[in-house]
């Protein structure tokens, strides 16, 4: 199945507007990041969360291992916010990154 | 702060041409990655080298090889370009196994 799970997979807000951007993922999966893929294809670090809440601004994630979820907040939202924000995670045993599908997000003016 | 450098933003080549496409970390990395990313497909993973001269086949190799001489420097080869391989691609780079990966800015590559 499934073992990287977005939503919503698309949001468009109004400048200012706070949000909330989910990451489900399996047993199999941990050692979470965010990233925010910018409109020039650039991915940018975010958060590398395995678990627990961390904040960077006005962005914030926080991870419960336990209960298979991730979640990244983004408050007082700005119109450069904009972008495709995916969450990744590496498989158990494995190099690879398994990758969400990614939530875009529309900031307007 | 990390830097991952890729040689090209934007690249076009012709069908059969041999590519390189050039990867540097400046973070003294172990692991470097290359994707590909296409719409609706998401980001796949073509090779991954964890030590110099070492690579390991991704999710869709086919088409490509790798070359990693020196530990900063990672570097992938399209033997002979196709117009299926018109895409973008990402470099990456992590310290631990498991760890942190930063990327590098993507090479848009076309193939006519």
């Known amino acids: 199945g499934i073992q990287v799970e977005q939503s919503p997979p698309d949001l468009i807000l109004q400048e200012g507007a706070n949000s909330t951007l989910r990451c489900n993922f399996s047993?199999?999966?941990?050692?979470l990041q965010w990233f925010h893929q910018n409109p020039w294809g650039q991915l940018i670090n975010l958060f590398y969360i395995p678990s627990g809440t961390k904040q960077n601004g006005r962005l914030s994630a926080t991870t419960v291992a336990t209960e298979r979820y991730s979640l990244l907040y983004i408050s007082s939202s700005q119109t450069t916010d904009s972008g495709v924000y995916f969450c990744?995670?590496?498989?158990?045993?494995?190099?690879?990154?398994?990758w969400g599908a990614g939530t875009k997000l529309i900031i307007k003016p | 702060d990390v830097k991952v450098t890729q040689s090209s933003r934007y690249l076009v080549k012709r069908t059969g041409e041999k590519v390189f496409l050039e990867c540097v970390q400046d973070m003294d990395h172990e692991n470097m990655f290359w994707y590909r990313q296409d719409p609706g497909l998401g980001l796949r993973l073509i090779y991954f080298?964890?030590?110099?001269?070492?690579?390991e086949k991704g999710d869709i190799p086919e088409g490509y090889s790798v070359s990693r001489e020196k530990k900063e420097r990672f570097s992938l080869i399209l033997e002979s370009a196709s117009t299926n391989q018109t895409s973008m691609y990402l470099c990456?780079?992590?310290?631990?196994?498991?760890?942190?990966?930063?990327f590098g800015p993507g090479t848009r590559l076309t193939v006519l």
């Open positions: 990744a995670g590496y498989m158990d045993s494995n190099y690879q990154l398994i």
């Open positions: 990456a780079s992590t310290y631990l196994n498991r760890g942190e990966q930063f």
């Open positions: 047993d199999s999966v941990n050692n």
């Open positions: 080298s964890y030590d110099v001269k070492m690579k």
